[in-house]
């Protein structure tokens, strides 16, 4: 099994700034399936980011993921207000297919 | 549009089985495989199995083997994930997510959740 590990728990940034947030995989993730998801309170999970680094249908330019192998990254260019809320990558593609515990983005 | 439409709450005692259901539209069905998920209060998210739409076939996660049963009627596109033996532990809410059979994109979309509530 794949264990993910995100950092930081909790990220405090302001509108505006940019944020970026780490996912390190216990091995390396074959063919790069690592996702992105963002998780509003009483919502549902939405997928972002496929592939470490493809952005899901209707995803806003300013989010981006990048890397490979065990270290991953999603990066958020300028944050609006909405996109505070709490983010979960994902090995997905065989199973079992795992989560990261989360990374809690809140405004400072 | 693409939608995975779950059951309602349900509140259970300890010991008893819970079914929730899933029901597809917007897509072709036996395209995609779907997955089950949960969510306890204030936890992060776990993958619970997978279901095959057309063949049936299930892959469980190991701590939920024996306990978990998933499957499907494809007359009404809609699957079922049934949960024995519940504990206070297994208080969370209950989402259903497709996923591309051939082509994994990751899960997406998700249905709404099903929170189901354990306690005597």
């Known amino acids: 099994e794949i264990v993910l590990t995100q950092s930081p728990g909790t990220l405090s940034l302001s509108p505006g700034e940019r944020a970026t947030l780490s996912c390190r995989a216990s091995?390396?993730?074959?063919?790069?399936?690592l996702a992105w998801y963002q998780q509003k309170p009483g919502q549902a999970p939405r997928l972002l980011i496929y592939g470490a680094s493809r952005r899901a249908t209707g995803i806003p330019d300013r989010f981006s993921g990048s890397g490979s192998g065990t270290d991953f990254t999603l990066t958020i260019s300028r944050l609006e207000p909405e996109d505070f809320a709490v983010y979960y990558c994902?090995?997905?593609?065989?199973?079992?297919?795992?989560f990261g515990q989360g990374t809690k983005l809140e405004i400072k | 549009q693409v939608q995975l439409v779950q059951s309602g709450a349900e509140v259970k005692k300890p010991g008893a089985s819970v079914k929730v259901s899933c029901k597809a539209s917007g897509y072709t069905f036996n395209n995609y495989y779907m997955h089950w998920v949960r969510q306890a209060p204030g936890q992060g998210l776990e993958w619970m199995g997978i279901i095959h739409p057309s063949g049936g076939d299930t892959t469980y996660a190991q701590k939920f083997q024996g306990r978990v049963t998933m499957t499907r009627d494809t007359s009404t596109s809609t699957v079922y994930m049934e949960l024995s033996s519940l504990r206070s532990e297994d208080t969370a809410v209950y989402y259903c997510a497709r996923d591309l059979i051939g082509d994994s994109r990751g899960f997406d979309p998700w249905g709404q959740g099903t929170l189901v509530t354990v306690s005597s």
């Open positions: 994902q090995h997905y593609g065989r199973p079992p297919y795992t």
């Open positions: 091995q390396s993730v074959s063919s790069s399936y």
